[in-house]
């Protein structure tokens, strides 16, 4: 068992490794027999938990990735749950051949990073006798239709925040919950109070950046020098840090959420920033997923590890259980005019949703065969082997290629992997064929990004 918290420290070299090995405290000689050095090479050992590494070992000049002392938000951040399920997540990267300014473009996730780049020629379609995704189990099929799909309205929201009493910020006036950024460009950001999210209080506003520092330089290196303003889709937008930054970078923005405390964050964060009024960021209370529904939404203590799959979280620090509206990403993007509309290009699609992601996927084919979509940042949490290889397959026939794999806060791993990952998606008959691909396999077993 490998435990992070604030204490012990040791250092090796210019790195920094805050680590406490199995449930009772030892000596430090006792604790590093039979590895050589300290306490890092235990992490080497151990798979399951690489990831802890990047969290808290910092290289020489730069504290960005971690050295906080946060034994209670650690504590609360993994609770009971199985270390393995909740390793970093994967992200990845696409190229577009129909973009003239992009030759290559990006796909992305959040427990792990990894990158999908389009391909440079056109992949076969899926058969319409194999589809990209399976359908969902009977508990995710829809109870009801929507027919509606509107953002909120932010300034109806806030006329009304102090009367919500779920808003943890109820009591509090606006100065109180004003941040500044230190990324680049930097942007005012509104926060949940310290009790109610210890995890974001306690970088943004001790740190000014996000712990997903690596996701932040992802979305910078997408962003920042595009030759026009394009659409970045945010789905499992949070307190609306992402969105937030890409406004901040010029581009109009479309952000999800189910958890409708988030959209008071994101409306208070635009109102600080002078765009409430401008119209370029809008976001949705709704979850996505295959088809129309309202569905069970279990929040915690973190709020970003809220999710419909309850058991992902440990029952002492599940809060609440929210009926929430759920909606098919094409349906919105039908109505919004995204595929239609190739005078705006949308540079990126940012997808974390806590082990949804499959079903968000289901409900996206339209959008995602489209090849509109240049960059996709994909958190990886899901452990259901068939579902990970049709997810995989789906995207690699629409045109993608993976870039990058990242951990959890989006520092790049396993690059060694990336080829091999490619060239097994080439081959791939079918996803079916993939299930038994240790390279696949690996997805269920670690939690990463994707780009």
């Known amino acids: 068992t490998v435990n992070i918290m604030d204490k012990p420290t040791r250092r090796r070299g210019s790195r920094s490794v805050k680590l406490r090995i199995g449930r009772r405290k030892r000596k430090a000689e006792n604790s590093t027999s039979g590895c050589v050095g300290s306490r890092a090479i235990v992490i080497a050992c151990c798979n399951v938990m690489l990831w802890g590494v990047a969290l808290w070992a910092t290289s020489s000049g730069s504290d960005s990735y971690g050295q906080v002392a946060l034994d209670s938000v650690l504590k609360s951040e993994l609770g009971t749950r199985n270390l393995r399920s909740e390793s970093p997540v994967t992200t990845a990267v696409a190229s577009n051949p129909s973009s003239p300014s992009h030759d290559q473009t990006t796909i ?30 009977k508990a995710n099929k829809p109870g009801s239709q929507l027919e509606d799909i509107s953002p909120i309205s932010c300034t109806q929201r806030l006329a009304n925040r102090k009367m919500d009493s779920t808003d943890p910020n109820q009591q509090l006036e606006q100065s109180a919950f004003k941040h500044i950024t230190v990324t680049d460009p930097s942007m005012y950001i509104s926060l949940h109070t310290a009790r109610f999210d210890e995890m974001r209080w306690a970088y943004i506003y ?3 950046n996000y712990y997903e520092t690596g996701i932040t330089e992802q979305f910078h290196s997408i962003l920042r020098n595009t030759p026009q303003p394009g659409l970045v889709i945010d789905v499992g937008m949070n307190i609306g840090w992402f969105a937030i930054y890409s406004r901040a970078m010029g581009h109009k923005v ?8 988030m959209h008071t964050r994101l409306c208070e964060s635009l109102a600080l920033n002078g765009w409430l009024e401008d119209n370029t960021v809008k976001s949705f ?8 529904a309202v569905l069970p939404f279990t929040t915690g203590k973190n709020p970003g590890k809220a999710s419909f799959f309850e058991d992902r979280m440990a029952k002492k620090y599940r809060k609440n259980k929210l009926e929430v509206p759920v909606v098919r990403l094409d349906d919105v993007a039908d109505q919004q005019g995204w595929i239609t509309d190739t005078s705006t290009p949308i540079y990126l699609w940012k997808l974390d949703v806590e082990g949804y992601e499959y079903y968000v996927l289901e409900g996206s084919q339209k959008l995602l065969q489209s090849r509109r979509v ?8 899901n452990t259901d082997i068939q579902q990970v290889a049709k997810m995989y397959n789906a995207i690699y026939r629409a045109g993608y290629e993976i870039k990058m ?23 791939a008959a079918s996803a079916e064929s993939l299930l038994d691909k240790p390279e696949i396999v690996m997805f269920t077993e670690i939690g990463c990004n994707i780009w």
């Not at 479309?254 to 409708?260: A, E, K, Q, R, S």
């Not at 209370?285 to 129309?292: D, R, S």
């Not at 240049?374 to 949490?381: G, T």
């Not at 989006?410 to 490619?422: D, H, I, K, Q, Y």
Request: proline fraction near 10%; avoid cysteine.
């Open 108 to 137: 992305a996730s959040t427990a792990a990073s990894s990158v999908i780049q389009q391909q440079q020629e056109p992949k076969e379609q899926p058969q319409a006798s194999e589809p990209a995704v399976t359908e969902p189990t």
């Open 206 to 208: 001790n740190k000014g």
């Open 254 to 261: 479309v952000g999800f959420d189910p958890n409708p405390i």
């Open 285 to 292: 209370a709704y979850g996505l997923g295959a088809e129309p």
């Open 374 to 381: 240049q960059n996709i940042i994909l958190e990886n949490s």
């Open 405 to 427: 794999l990242s951990n959890w806060v989006g520092v790049t791993f396993r690059s060694e992997m990336v080829a091999p990952l490619n060239k097994i998606l080439a081959q």
